[in-house]
């Protein structure tokens, strides 16, 4: 029998095959041809991550606005969420975010909890020790959300068409502004056939202390049906599960 080297054997030379194959199914050990194929692999995690339903990547438990967020992966998730309704029966201080799927890991839909959770972070500490801060421009908020929001829905072609008083500014903190703003936009976002349009208008009243906004965001999607606008306001409730979203946005806004 001829010898035959093994892994790790001092000296040894062991030549492992890995069944790669062409596009046409051939197998080849071409080194050329195995980037080509890993490249191709890898290509659809970006077509998985639009095609697949936030419900198959992950599971909110809470309203995600809680100052604490308990992040895990997998079978712990019932244990997880005994603990915390145990400590927190209420709700007001813990959210639990389950992972349910590593690839594509949902990282858009993590980075957007951990943003909520650092505002209401910031939020309590500021509490109590609030100052009058300088007014907020809300074009300059606007057009950069609006960037990244068209990053997002690249594949979709979404139309964003602005228009916003130049002078329009927010008196309060940029967090508000920017959640107020964000809910809003990503909602038309998801539900539009091709545009949108953002709209703000200052607010002038006599008996007012200083100007408000009029802030209109429209698309042309589906709508609301008049007797389902009360219920999607809600906590928690989705127009529909097929749609990324938690089901908390329009309820921050209101």
Known sequence: VSPRSIPGQPGGAFWTTTDEHDPRGHITESISNRLLM????????????????????????????????????????????????????????????????????????????????????????????????????????????????????????????????PEARFFGPEGDLLELLGNLTENAFKWARSRVLLTVHRLQEATALREGLEIIVEDDGPGIPPERVDRLLQRGVRGDERVQGHGIGLAIVV
């Open 38 to 165: 890993m490249e191709k692999r890898m290509g659809k995690l970006k077509l998985a991550s639009n095609e697949i339903s936030d419900e198959k990547k992950f599971r909110l438990v809470g309203s995600g606005e809680t100052p604490v967020l308990a992040l895990a992966w997998g079978s712990s998730k019932g244990a997880i969420v005994d603990a915390l309704r145990h400590a927190d029966p209420e709700g007001r201080r813990y959210s639990f975010l389950q992972i349910r799927m590593m690839r594509p890991f949902p990282v858009e839909q993590v980075r957007r909890m951990d943003s909520i959770i650092a505002y209401q972070l910031s939020r309590a500490a500021a509490k109590g020790r609030q100052t009058f801060a300088a007014p907020v421009p809300v074009a300059a908020h606007a057009e950069a959300l609006v960037q990244g929001l068209e990053k997002v829905h690249a594949v979709r072609r979404i139309l964003c068409e602005f228009d916003i008083d």
